[in-house]
């Protein structure tokens, strides 16, 4: 299959790396992905002592199956780069790099990782959340081999662009689209942008719905309580299963056949919709597999 990463990453749960209570709850949530952070929601003050109760919090495990990655402060800060070489030695599965900009600071990110020692599957995902950012993003996709995913950033863009948050997000479509073709170009992931009214649950469940048919993996969140929903979302539906079950056997008997080609309940079936039928397949399994 083409540039497919079947890990489930429907939702990925932003939490404060000062918060111990948080993190320890954030091994029972049903998230398929947690973000500590060490950026926007620790104090100034803190961040030095978040540093060690992340890592404390990742020595003592019990995370699962779940994705962990954690969210550094940005190079123009005092902490931003002893962040990155402090989370190169935590058992985690990403650095979090926000305001990404340049392919210059993601390669700027991977030595300091290299020369902590990190380990080579210790991934790299780029906050997209500047205009600038979403300008390059090309470039910052290709950068490296550790680039594993883009975390839209649409809180901190929406203020640079100085648009509005929309039902629609009509301001946000040319940026999340251009970052979408980016991340599919390069073959890594991509992550949409938090939702900010935690009393609007209509409203949430709509944008996750426009993620997803925009070609989102999954959504990044500010609270448990919308974990479900996002998982529901994202997530491949019964019907949608069965669906690529359906024309991966039909295909599969033409091919015995000598056909390239099959028609399935009225539709033209060709190779290009197998292969994403076994997309989908694949994040059906491993979702399953996590048991959430």
Not at 50 to 61: F, H
Not at 69 to 88: I, L, M, S, Y
Not at 244 to 257: G, L, N, P, S, V
């Amino acid at each position: 299959m083409t540039n497919f990463d079947a890990r489930p990453r429907r939702s990925v749960l932003y939490m404060p790396g000062s918060n111990t209570r948080a993190m320890q709850k954030g091994r029972e949530l049903p998230a398929d992905g947690l973000i500590l952070d060490l950026e926007d929601s620790v104090a100034p003050e803190a961040k030095v002592e978040a540093r060690a109760l992340i890592k404390a919090a990742l020595d003592e495990g019990g995370y699962g199956s779940r994705e962990i990655g954690v969210r550094t402060n940005g190079f123009d800060t005092e902490w931003g780069k002893d962040d990155v070489a402090a989370v190169a030695g935590m058992k985690c599965h990403a650095v979090v790099l926000p305001k990404v900009e340049t392919a210059k600071m993601v390669l700027e990110a991977v030595e300091i990782l290299e020369k902590a020692g990190a380990p080579e599957d210790m991934k790299i995902w780029c906050m997209m959340e500047t205009p600038l950012g979403i300008l390059n993003a090309r470039e910052i996709a290709f950068a490296h081999p550790r680039v594993g995913c883009f975390v839209m950033g649409t809180s901190d863009l929406q203020k640079d662009l100085r648009c509005r948050h929309t039902p629609d997000r009509l301001p946000f479509l040319y940026a999340l689209q251009h970052c979408i073709m980016a991340a599919r170009a390069a073959g890594i992931a991509i992550l949409d942008g938090v939702h900010l009214d935690l009393s609007d649950e209509e409203g949430f469940r709509k944008s996750c719905v426009q993620g997803l048919e925009l070609g989102m993996d999954g959504k990044t969140l500010i609270h448990p309580k919308t974990i479900d929903a996002a998982n529901e979302v994202f997530a491949p539906a019964e019907s949608e299963v069965a669906w690529a079950r359906k024309i991966i056997d039909a295909h599969a008997e033409a091919a015995k056949a000598g056909k390239g080609l099959v028609v399935v309940d009225g539709k033209l079936i060709e190779n290009l919709h197998v292969e994403d039928a076994k997309r989908v397949l694949a994040l059906s399994d491993a979702i399953n597999a996590r048991g959430t």
